[in-house]
C-alpha cells in the first residue's frame, strides 16, 4: 500500500477501510469478511478502478469549456488533489434538459461492472451513484460502533427471487386484476458492499461481496430496460415541475439522445414520464400542462415543432424558461420533429396506398385468431430467392416503402428459423415516424415472431432484431419453439432482458410439424390481433394449403420482373385434386388486384371465406 496521491493516501484510506471492515465485522460476527477485504482490496486493484475512474472523467476535456473544467476539476477531486467538498460538478448548456455528470456513460459502466475496488470521494458518489440505483437492490446496512464507517450491501436488481403475481390478493371493487407477468428472479449473482467512510474528507469504497460471481450475466442496457434509475427520472421530474406536458418532455429527451443513452435512458417511455408528472400533478392539479417553446400539441400527432420555430432556430427551445411564462404558438401549419432520424429511416410513402385497405386488419372485430396477411416479393416463377440461405432484393425502392407501411399495420411480422438463419432480418418498422424513426416509444413497430421448432437460431446481442430493440427502433422477438427444444438458460435470460421471450406450442399435424392453429391461437392470447406473414418458402408454401386456407385473410405479393431459375427457394402449396380425382388448382384468391409500383406490381387477394359465405356453409373457392 504504498502510493499517497492526493489529500489522503491510499494507505490511510486502506488503513480506515479495514478498520471499518473490522467494526463491521464485530457487529455481524462474520470473521470471513476480514480476509475478503485483502482480497478484494489490493492496492493495485484500487490504483486500476481509480485509474479508471479519473480516466472516465478526465475524456470530458474534449467537451465545451464550461465541461472541461467541471470534468478536470472533477478528475482532480478523484486523485485526491481537491477537496471533495468544492467539487463543482457540471452544468450544462441551458437548452439542454440533461445535466448529466461528465462521462457518465463511462462511470456507469464502471459502478455496474465493480470489477475493482472503488474508491471516490462521497460526493462523486451521490452525484453518480442515483444513475445505477436501478442496478443494485439494498440487501442490509451495517453501522460501526463508532458511527465513522456505514456498509450497505447490494445485490443486482437480477439477482432478486423469482416473483409470481399473487391470484389471491382481494381485488379492490371494480378493480380489473392487472396482467402481470412471472418475474424469472436468480438470474445473476453479483453482489457488492458500498463503505462510507465519514471524516474530514468523506469517502466511499466499492467492492465485491463473498461468493460473488466474478461478472454480470447480463449487460447494463438489460437493466436499464426493465427499470429506470432515479438520477434519470430526477431529470425528468425536475422538468415535470417547469409544467411542461410529459410529451414534450420526451420529445425535448429524444432530441438529445447521445446523453439520454448515457445517461441510462435507452428504454425511458413516455409513460415513466407521464408518471413522475402525474405525482407532481397531484399536488398541482389546477395548473395547465405546455409544450416547450417552439412546439405545439396536434391533434393526432401529438408534439411537434411549430413551423415558424423550426425555420428559424436550431431544435431546443429554451427549457429553463418557466412555463407560465411560456406562450404557444398559434402557427397553424406544422412539421413533425425530424432531427436525429437514423440514417436507415425512409421516408412515409407520398404514393395512394388506398388500394391496400380493404386487405389490411380491421380494428374492431375480436376473433378467435389474428387477421392474417401473407406478404412476400417473388419472381415471375413463384421464387422468394436465388438459393436457400440467400436473401435476394426483389421490391423495389417503392415496393420497399410499401412493405414497411404494411409492416406498421400489423400487431406482428413473422417469419420461419430458415429466413432468420438466411437474412438476419431486422423485421421493424423503419418508416419516418415509426418509433425509433422520429415515432415515440414502439409506435407502428410489430412484434417479430420466429418459429424456430427446435430453437436453431444462435440469438445473440448482435442480431439486427436485438439490436433494433435496443435501440428503440423494434420490439425484441417471440421465438416459438416445440416442448423438444432445448433452450439455453443463459440465452433465454438474455432473450427476456430485451423484452422477448420464447412460446413454446404443443398442438402438432401428424407430420409432427406445428398445427398453424395452434400458433396462431397462442398470439392471439398474448394479445396478437393482426400477423403480417413474411416467409420463407417453407411457411408460405404450407400456409396456402387448402387446410389453412380459412386461417389465412388476404395476400399481399410484390411480383418482380425476374425470373430466379430452378434453384431458388419456391412458394408453392400442394397440388390438388377436384371430387373426381382430376388435377386443380391449389388455391384462387378472391377480390384480387393489381396494382402497378416502379418496376413491381402489387397482387392483392383475399383467401378466407366472407364470415356471412362461411354460416352459410359455402365451400372454398376453387
Ligand atoms: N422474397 C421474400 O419476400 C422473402 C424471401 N425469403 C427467403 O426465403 C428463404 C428462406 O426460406 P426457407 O428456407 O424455406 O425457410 P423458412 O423461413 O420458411 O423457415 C423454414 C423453417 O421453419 C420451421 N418451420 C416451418 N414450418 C413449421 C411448422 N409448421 N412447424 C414447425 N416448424 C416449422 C422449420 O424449422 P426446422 O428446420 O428447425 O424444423 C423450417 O425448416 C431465404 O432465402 C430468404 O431470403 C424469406 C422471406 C421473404
Ligand atoms: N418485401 C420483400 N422484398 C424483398 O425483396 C425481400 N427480399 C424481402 N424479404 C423479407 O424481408 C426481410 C428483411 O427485413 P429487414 O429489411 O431486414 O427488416 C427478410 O428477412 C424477408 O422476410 N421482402
Not at 64 to 79: C, I, L
Request: a neutral charge; proline letters at 7%.
Amino acid at each position: 500500500m504504498g502510493s499517497t496521491s492526493g489529500v489522503f493516501g491510499e494507505t490511510r484510506a486502506d488503513d480506515r477501510l479495514h478498520q471499518a471492515e473490522q467494526e463491521t465485522e464485530r457487529d455481524f460476527g462474520d470473521t470471513s469478511k476480514q480476509a475478503e477485504v485483502h482480497e478484494n482490496s489490493p492496492a493495485d486493484n484500487a490504483r486500476s478502478s481509480r485509474r479508471s475512474m479519473s480516466t472516465a472523467l478526465a475524456v470530458e476535456q474534449q467537451d465545451p469549456p464550461g465541461a472541461t473544467e467541471a470534468a478536470a476539476s472533477s478528475s482532480r477531486a478523484v486523485n485526491g488533489e481537491q477537496n471533495s467538498a468544492s467539487v463543482d460538478l457540471p452544468g450544462q448548456s441551458p437548452q439542454s434538459l440533461f445535466d448529466n455528470p461528465p462521462n457518465l456513460a463511462r462511470v456507469r459502466k464502471i459502478l455496474f461492472e465493480c470489477q475493482d475496488q472503488i474508491e471516490i470521494t462521497l460526493r462523486e458518489f451521490e452525484t453518480y451513484w442515483p444513475f445505477v440505483d436501478n442496478v443494485w437492490v439494498k440487501q442490509k446496512t451495517n453501522a460501526s460502533r463508532g458511527g465513522h464507517y456505514l456498509t450497505e450491501y447490494y445485490m443486482c436488481r437480477l439477482r432478486r427471487p423469482t416473483h409470481r403475481s399473487s391470484e389471491t390478493r382481494p381485488l379492490p371493487e371494480g378493480k380489473r386484476p392487472r396482467n402481470r407477468r412471472a418475474r424469472e428472479g436468480g438470474l445473476c449473482n453479483v453482489q457488492i458492499k458500498v463503505v462510507r467512510v465519514s471524516g474530514a474528507y468523506p469517502m466511499v469504497k466499492i467492492m465485491r461481496t463473498p461468493g460473488s460471481e466474478s461478472a454480470h450475466s447480463h449487460d447494463l442496457d438489460c437493466i436499464d430496460r426493465l427499470k429506470r434509475n432515479s438520477g434519470l427520472m430526477e431529470f425528468a421530474r425536475r422538468e415535470s415541475t417547469k409544467g411542461f406536458l410529459p410529451s414534450s418532455i420526451f420529445t425535448k429527451f429524444n432530441e438529445e439522445p447521445a446523453k439520454l443513452i448515457d445517461a441510462g435512458g435507452r428504454f425511458l417511455t413516455v409513460t415513466d414520464v407521464r408518471n413522475v408528472s402525474a405525482k407532481w400533478r397531484t399536488q398541482n392539479p389546477d395548473i395547465e400542462l405546455i409544450p416547450h417553446e417552439g412546439y405545439e400539441l396536434v391533434q393526432g400527432q401529438g408534439i411537434v415543432k411549430s413551423a415558424s420555430d423550426a425555420a428559424s432556430t436550431a431544435v431546443g427551445g429554451s427549457s429553463t424558461g418557466a412555463a407560465a411564462t411560456t406562450t404557444t404558438t398559434t402557427t397553424t401549419t406544422t412539421t413533425t420533429v425530424t432531427t436525429h432520424l437514423p440514417p436507415d429511416t425512409l421516408s412515409f410513402p407520398c404514393f395512394p396506398l388506398e388500394f391496400l385497405q380493404s386487405y389490411l386488419p380491421k380494428p374492431s372485430k375480436r376473433r378467435e385468431f389474428p387477421h392474417v396477411t401473407l406478404s412476400y416479393a417473388s419472381s415471375m416463377d413463384s421464387k422468394l430467392s436465388l438459393l436457400p440461405g440467400m436473401q435476394t432484393v426483389l421490391s423495389g425502392p417503392e415496393a420497399k416503402l410499401m412493405t414497411h407501411y404494411l409492416r406498421s399495420r400489423h400487431d406482428a411480422i413473422l417469419v420461419g428459423v430458415g429466413t432468420v438463419l438466411a437474412d438476419n432480418p431486422g423485421l421493424n418498422c423503419r418508416l419516418e415516424g415509426a418509433g425509433g424513426f422520429g415515432g415515440l416509444g414502439r409506435m407502428w413497430q410489430p412484434r417479430p415472431i420466429v418459429i424456430d421448432p427446435m430453437a436453431r437460431w444462435p440469438i445473440h446481442p448482435g442480431c439486427r432484431m436485438l439490436r433494433a430493440a435496443v435501440e428503440g427502433k423494434g420490439k425484441a422477438p417471440w421465438v416459438v419453439v416445440t416442448p423438444g427444444a432445448q433452450i439455453d438458460p443463459q440465452r433465454l435470460m438474455m432473450l427476456k432482458s430485451y423484452g422477448g421471450d420464447f412460446l413454446r406450442i404443443v398442438e402438432y399435424n401428424q407430420n409432427w410439424r406445428l398445427r398453424w392453429e395452434g400458433v396462431l391461437r397462442a398470439l392471439a392470447s398474448e394479445g396478437i390481433k393482426s400477423v403480417m406473414i413474411e416467409g420463407g418458402g417453407t411457411i408460405l408454401s404450407q400456409l396456402l394449403n387448402s387446410e389453412y386456407s380459412e386461417l389465412i385473410d388476404s395476400m399481399v405479393v410484390t411480383v418482380a420482373p425476374t425470373y430466379l431459375g430452378r434453384g431458388g427457394v419456391s412458394v408453392s402449396p400442394e397440388s390438388k385434386l377436384d371430387p373426381d380425382g382430376k388435377p386443380n388448382a391449389a388455391l384462387n384468391p378472391r377480390e384480387v388486384t393489381w396494382t402497378p409500383m416502379g418496376q413491381n406490381v402489387i397482387m392483392c387477394g383475399k383467401i378466407r371465406q366472407p364470415e356471412a359465405q362461411q354460416q352459410a356453409g359455402g365451400s372454398a373457392s376453387t
